[in-house]
């Protein structure tokens, strides 16, 4: 275990020295600045309804923060996604895993060291960014989400989702290839919740079963919605009316105690078979 947590520290220090972190960091700050900015002018805001209350301006606020969760758990996955390839598949290929590899180390112990180093980057920026965006609410709005504390464990689950199943593709496929797969999986899989949503609100078994499947085969979905439930105000399925969960800013339940136990299994599942592939790999 000393050895796994020896190359976490080394494969973390490793990822903030990667230009990619430089690029979430200015994208992460451009969109707390833009929705400083957008959040202190809802308040007093002409509408064609009249002039915006604090109440009503609340209400918008909890929307608009589902939205840039969503915008921030977006900027998360591909940064880790691309993070997880090169440090995997590329160093297999540059031969700097020969160096580790050729003393008494079990590669077992360099994949968990290499994953718990991107757990704690990614899972740590999706806290810290999440965090930070809320506390902009608080003060323009006054707008508190019910669950921030599970909110953000999700988001940072869906990233540790996320990155196990980039690693695993970076033990099979190229650095780069593994990173786009992995980013385009989860949209694919954002957009099925989606018409799964849009389905159910329309009374359709079928389209809404795309949607419970997807969430299934790749949890990330299913940990945003169960996300988005923490953030957003009790109030708003209500102001919608019934019926909206195709709605994609809005989840009309909790995550069930079961789904983030398959969650989790499914992490396990998928580290267990990066590590079988990562052990047959030629070095």
């Known amino acids: ?64 923060l589902n939205l840039i969760m969503f915008g921030l758990s977006l900027i998360a ?7 997880a390839g090169p440090t995997l598949s590329g160093e297999v290929e540059s031969g700097q895993a020969l160096a580790i590899l050729a003393r008494p180390v079990r590669r077992s112990s360099v994949l968990l060291g290499k994953w718990l180093g991107l757990v704690a980057f990614g899972g740590g920026y999706v806290v810290l960014a999440g965090l930070a965006e809320i506390l902009v609410v608080r003060v323009a709005v006054g707008y508190w989400p019910p669950s921030p504390a599970a ?6 689950g869906q990233t540790v989702v996320l990155l196990t199943l980039a690693l695993l593709l970076s033990s099979v496929v ?3 290839a593994s990173g786009i797969i992995a980013v385009g999986l989860f949209g694919a899989t954002w957009v099925a919740g ?17 949607g419970t ?47 983030l136990g398959w969650a989790v299994l499914w992490v396990a599942v998928i580290w267990g078979l990066t590590a079988l592939s990562f052990s047959r790999r030629d070095i």
């Open 174 to 176: 190229s650095p780069m």
């Open 213 to 259: 499947v997807s969430r299934v085969i790749l949890p990330t979905d299913g940990l945003w919605r169960g996300a988005m439930n923490a953030f957003q105000d009790p109030i708003a399925l209500v102001q919608m009316g019934p019926g909206e969960g195709g709605f994609p800013f809005l989840s009309e339940a909790p995550l069930a105690p079961a789904y």
């Open 194 to 210: 989606v018409v799964g949503g849009i389905g159910g609100a329309l009374g359709n078994d079928g389209v809404e079963r795309v």
């Open 151 to 156: 909110g953000l464990a999700l988001l940072a």
């Open 1 to 64: 275990m000393s050895t796994a947590l020896t190359i976490a520290g080394l494969t973390l220090r490793e990822a903030m020295r990667r230009r990619v972190v430089w690029a979430l960091l200015a994208l992460t700050v451009v969109l707390l600045a833009l929705s400083a900015w957008g959040f202190s002018k809802l308040v007093g805001l002409d509408t064609e309804l009249g002039t915006m209350t604090s109440g009503e301006a609340r209400l918008v606020a909890s929307l608009l």
């Open 77 to 83: 996955a591909i940064g880790t996604a691309f993070l």
